[in-house]
Structure formats: structure tokens, C-alpha cells
């Protein structure tokens, strides 16, 4: 029987490739198991994204095959961190940014109406017991007027499904610059319309 040497370089443990396998292979379930435990409401909603969140628990899988030193615990225990926080960063970073789902525009045209009038979803909107198209327009002409700093390209980039960080990162500021923003132009938005 061959035994296999560990040596520690710059604070990390080689390993060879046969004994990298072996880990792997001995704890594949445990990607499946992460998956289905902590996933499911994730792929209901994104049922073809199965296999790239499968793929994403086996990179986070393999990386800790080439850092896992036993001194620090038990080898499922440090890949449990690894594999969750590779699918944590898969689903909220790259899913939201790729797979958003779009917020339309008050002005968008939705469809043309028998007189060859464009019907806008603010149209729509009035229609709605909820939503008061008076409110809409006095929203609308709240942001043309106010002086608050780049407060259309923020609204702007709202209605298109940016986060604050997102915004924040366009406009070169901070998030918590852009809250105070959007709560000030709450607050403008809420005495006019008293």
C-alpha cells in the first residue's frame, strides 16, 4: 500500500490528484443533500437552472479538496461552508443579475386599442381599484420637478429591477446615499399629495 504525503505550502495542504478524487467522490451526496435541503424554493422558481446550481455545488465542492487541512475539522463540516456559500453567491449574484425579470414602464405600450390608440400600462393601471391614475400622474410630475440629485436616473433605474447597490455603482455614490434619495422623494411625493 502506497501512502500518501501531505507537505503544507504557503499555509495550504497538497494533496494529490488520486486522494482529491477520492474526497470528491466520497462526498458528492453531500452537494445533493445541500441542494435539496436548502434549494427547493429556489429551483421551483428556476427549474432549468438545476444543473448550473449542480455545477456550482461541485466547484465549491472541489476547492475544498485542494484547501481542506484535517486540523481544522472534519472534511463534510469545512465543505458544508465552501459548497453553501458557492450556490449563496450563484443565487443571489449571478441569477439576479442574468436572470431578472424586468419591470416595465409606466409609458410602455401594451397593446393598441380598436381606434389605433396606444393603451399604456398607466392606462391599465387606472382601470385597477388599487392604483388611482391621479396618483400616478402626480407621482410622475413630482420626480420632473424635484431637486433632488439624479433622482430620474435613479427612478429610472428602478423600474428596470436595479438594486440600490446596483444604482449606487452606476452613479459612482453609496447605497445608503441613494435610501436617503428615494426616502426623500417619498417624503416630497407624500405632502404633495396631501
Known amino acids: 500500500m502506497m501512502k500518501i504525503f501531505h507537505f503544507k505550502l504557503d499555509g495550504d495542504y497538497v494533496r494529490s490528484l488520486e486522494e482529491r478524487n477520492k474526497l470528491f467522490e466520497d462526498n458528492i451526496n453531500l452537494v445533493h443533500f445541500i441542494i435539496n435541503r436548502y434549494f427547493k424554493s429556489f429551483l421551483r422558481r428556476y427549474p432549468y437552472l438545476k444543473e448550473d446550481l449542480f455545477q456550482e455545488g461541485y466547484i465549491g465542492l472541489y476547492k475544498t479538496t485542494c484547501c481542506f487541512d484535517e486540523s481544522k475539522g472534519k472534511f463534510s463540516t469545512i465543505a458544508f461552508s465552501y459548497i453553501s456559500g458557492h450556490l449563496k453567491r450563484f443565487t443571489t449574484g449571478y441569477v439576479k443579475k442574468h436572470y431578472r425579470n424586468d419591470i416595465d414602464s409606466f409609458e410602455k405600450c401594451i397593446y393598441r386599442d380598436n381606434y389605433g390608440e396606444e393603451i399604456r400600462i398607466e392606462d391599465r393601471l387606472a382601470g385597477n ?10 407621482i410622475r410630475s413630482c420626480i420632473k420637478r424635484s431637486e433632488i440629485k439624479d433622482i430620474q436616473k435613479i427612478v429610472c433605474l428602478r423600474e428596470k429591477g436595479y438594486t440600490q447597490q446596483e444604482i449606487s455603482k452606476v452613479l459612482g455614490t453609496s447605497q445608503t446615499s441613494i435610501y436617503r434619495r428615494l426616502k426623500k422623494l417619498k417624503t416630497e411625493i407624500n405632502i404633495l399629495g396631501k
Open 129 to 138: 381599484e388599487n392604483v388611482d391614475i391621479e396618483n400616478v400622474r402626480v
